[in-house]
């Protein structure tokens, strides 16, 4: 593996798990900014990188917009699970003081 490949999937990896935490959170601006230089970082490897063909090219555009995606929803709905079970236990709670 080549430098750039290292650097390529470091990247990746960090841009997953922030996805996931930008969602957690529900920070939408952030985890729309994570996955625009994404797009951008993938555009600048295309014209000015390696040799890729198009096809290449955008199948990994379409399947990291994807991934980022996902990861973004996945934490949304663990903190919106979160908070329907801390609901839940109040309201319980709530019930067994009358």
């Known amino acids: 593996m080549d430098m750039f490949s290292v650097l390529f999937w470091c990247i990746a990896v960090i841009a997953t798990v922030l ?3 930008f969602g957690y959170f529900n920070l939408r601006i952030t985890g729309f900014l994570i996955t625009l230089l994404y ?3 993938l555009i600048l490897l295309f ?15 379409v ?5 980022l995606f996902g990861y973004f929803v996945s934490g949304k709905n663990k903190h919106e ?17 009358r």
């Open 19 to 21: 996805q996931y935490i």
């Open 39 to 41: 797009n951008v970082f």
């Open 47 to 61: 014209f000015n990188g390696k040799h890729i063909t198009l096809v290449a090219a955008v199948a990994v555009l």
């Open 63 to 67: 399947i990291g917009n994807f991934w």
């Open 81 to 97: 699970k979160k908070i329907r079970r801390e609901l839940e236990r109040m309201k319980a709670k709530d019930l067994s003081r």
